[in-house]
């Protein structure tokens, strides 16, 4: 048997590509960046006399996260100690934690805002004008934040093609234990659809920020246990969009080895500044 003549693909061959000259360069697309990465806070001080409290309290913090285990959850400390320092102390602490990668905001009838510390699994829980530290993979008030009721979903309009099929399947996965992610951004959608899908979910008032190779945004739905997560590249672009339903998303959570970790590097700290 034999062949007939077969063309080269285009695309192929001397002269196919440009040379040097011709000032083509490869296009890629942008990667996140800016991780960012620890660096040991430890205040400059010409005299620690008067400071006792505060480091007496960050060897509490570093004594506290050696025992914690998975089975404490969020440990509240130093809520007392705290309102009680001057604010040199206070000043001193805050110097030292840092600001971290998550940050929350829990709204309601009692609005908190969390800042994770440079300790990861260190947390500042401000509410009411009052502050307290917490040790866990996040704070209480997260975990705990009240169900909001459920509004009648509103009859699925003009433009509205996938996302009742998709409401089905995160419904039929909450409350059933275990974890299940919706990929968004692979699902065929309109932008009716994700509109849609807002308006039947809800806002359950709670938003975490967490920082790291772009930015991560998750916010509960007013039913429980169901999860907006989104990534965005250094450039502020979507890459990412899932609905995890379970609990809490685990990209939010510190994890217990970097909690040990994290009473290791505060007990270096506060020997140094001593």
């Given at each position: 048997?034999?062949?007939?003549?077969?063309?080269?693909?285009?695309?192929?061959?001397?002269?196919?590509?440009?040379?040097?000259?011709?000032?083509?360069?490869?296009?890629?697309?942008?990667?996140?960046?800016?991780?960012?990465?620890?660096?040991?806070?430890?205040?400059?001080?010409?005299s620690?006399?008067?400071?006792?409290?505060?480091?007496?309290?960050?060897?509490?913090?570093?004594?506290?996260?050696?025992?914690?285990?998975?089975?404490?959850?969020a440990?509240?400390?130093?809520?007392?100690?705290?309102?009680?320092?001057?604010?040199?102390?206070?000043?001193?602490?805050?110097?030292?934690?840092?600001?971290?990668?998550?940050?929350?905001?829990?709204?309601?009838?009692?609005?908190?805002?969390?800042?994770?510390?440079?300790?990861?699994?260190?947390?500042?829980?401000?509410s009411?004008?009052t502050?307290?530290?917490?040790i866990?993979?996040?704070?209480?008030?997260?975990?705990?934040?009240?169900?909001?009721?459920?509004?009648?979903?509103?009859?699925?309009?003009?433009?509205?093609?996938?996302?009742?099929?998709?409401?089905?399947?995160?419904?039929?996965?909450?409350?059933?234990?275990?974890?299940?992610?919706?990929?968004?951004?692979?699902?065929p959608h309109?932008?009716?659809?994700?509109?849609?899908?807002?308006?039947?979910?809800?806002?359950?008032?709670?938003?975490?920020?967490?920082?790291?190779?772009?930015?991560?945004?998750?916010?509960?739905?007013?039913?429980?246990?169901i999860?907006?997560?989104?990534?965005?590249?250094?450039?502020?672009?979507?890459?990412?969009?899932?609905?995890?339903?379970?609990?809490?998303?685990?990209?939010?959570?510190?994890?217990?080895?970097?909690?040990?970790?994290?009473?290791?590097?505060l007990?270096?700290?506060?020997?140094?500044?001593?």
């Amino acid at each position: 048997m034999t062949f007939g003549f077969m063309n080269a693909p285009t695309g192929f061959g001397p002269g196919s590509q440009p040379s040097e000259g011709d000032g083509a360069d490869l296009d890629y697309m942008p990667m996140p960046s800016g991780m960012r990465t620890f660096h040991s806070p430890i205040p400059y001080l010409e005299s620690a006399e008067g400071l006792e409290p505060a480091i007496a309290c960050l060897r509490e913090l570093a004594e506290t996260a050696k025992e914690w285990s998975p089975d404490d959850g969020a440990i509240v400390v130093e809520a007392a100690r705290l309102a009680k320092m001057d604010p040199r102390n206070r000043a001193l602490i805050a110097e030292t934690l840092g600001e971290g990668e998550v940050s929350a905001v829990v709204a309601g009838d009692r609005r908190f805002e969390v800042q994770e510390s440079v300790f990861a699994g260190v947390w500042r829980v401000a509410s009411g004008g009052t502050e307290h530290i917490e040790i866990g993979p996040l704070p209480r008030a997260i975990g705990q934040a009240p169900a909001i009721a459920l509004a009648a979903p509103p009859m699925p309009g003009h433009g509205v093609v996938n996302a009742p099929a998709i409401l089905t399947e995160i419904f039929d996965h909450a409350g059933q234990g275990g974890s299940h992610i919706v990929n968004l951004t692979l699902l065929p959608h309109t932008p009716e659809d994700l509109a849609y899908l807002d308006a039947v979910l809800g806002d359950g008032g709670v938003t975490i920020l967490s920082r790291g190779y772009g930015n991560c945004r998750i916010e509960r739905a007013a039913a429980p246990d169901i999860w907006r997560v989104r990534y965005f590249n250094s450039q502020d672009a979507l890459i990412l969009d899932t609905i995890e339903v379970g609990g809490i998303p685990e990209v939010a959570l510190a994890a217990p080895e970097d909690i040990a970790d994290s009473a290791a590097r505060l007990a270096e700290v506060a020997e140094a500044i001593r």
